[in-house]
């Protein structure tokens, strides 16, 4: 969160159309150094800390504990039906991408509210705008671009998860390999 928040300010300013380009929307912030202090740069660059770790952390606790047990009940199938020990990458990316769209959808309000924080012209309280958005678009605003990311996250989950456990599958082959090879000795 300590790289992705400024990050993120710069780059939704930018897709938003408040500036040209990620370039302009961050001179923009540094810019007014003279006015807010390097203290009031530091407050506009991570606006949105609160609650985007508010966001991650849920995000989290979904998504690894879900891709975990799906990964259990595949090796359970898996060692009933053929005897294989082992979950493949392909069975992890399809299990973390099922596990990443579902930790996606809940916590897509928590999502919304972060990005029309980041977004607003003045720093406004996490309930304050919660209270402002319901006012203003009703409930189902906190469901905006559920669909793009679900589909980007399900995406993310699968290469990311996936090539995790490729890389321990291929590590793990290695240390096998090694111990049958200090037994044969």
């Known amino acids: ?6 990050t993120e300010v710069v780059k939704q300013r930018a897709q938003a159309r408040q500036f040209p ?5 961050l001179s923009s912030i540094l810019s007014q150094r003279a006015a807010i202090g390097l203290p009031g740069v530091w407050r506009e660059l991570y606006r949105g800390w609160s609650i985007t770790i508010f966001r991650e952390v849920p995000f ?12 259990k009940w ?6 009933r039906d053929n005897g294989r020990g082992t979950i493949t990458a ?3 990316g399809l299990a973390g991408s099922m596990a990443g769209a579902t930790a996606a959808g809940i916590t897509t309000p928590l ?4 990005t029309r924080m ?3 012209k003045e720093k406004t309280g996490m309930f304050i705008l919660l209270r402002q958005i319901l006012k203003d678009s009703g409930p189902m605003a906190f469901f905006s671009g559920i669909g793009p990311r679900i589909m980007w996250i399900s995406i993310g989950g699968a290469i990311f998860l996936g090539s995790y456990q490729w890389a321990y599958n291929a590590l793990e082959g290695k240390a096998v390999q090694k111990q049958k090879l200090d037994e044969a000795i």
Do not use: Y
């Not at 595949?74 to 060692?79: I, S």
């Open 60 to 71: 989290t606790v979904i998504q690894f504990p879900l891709w975990e047990a799906m990964k």
């Open 118 to 120: 980041m977004l607003s």
């Open 90 to 92: 392909w069975e992890s």
């Open 21 to 25: 380009s990620s370039l302009a929307a």
């Open 1 to 6: 969160c300590a790289v992705r928040v400024p």
């Open 111 to 114: 999502d919304v509210l972060k």
């Open 74 to 79: 595949r090796l359970r199938t898996t060692q």
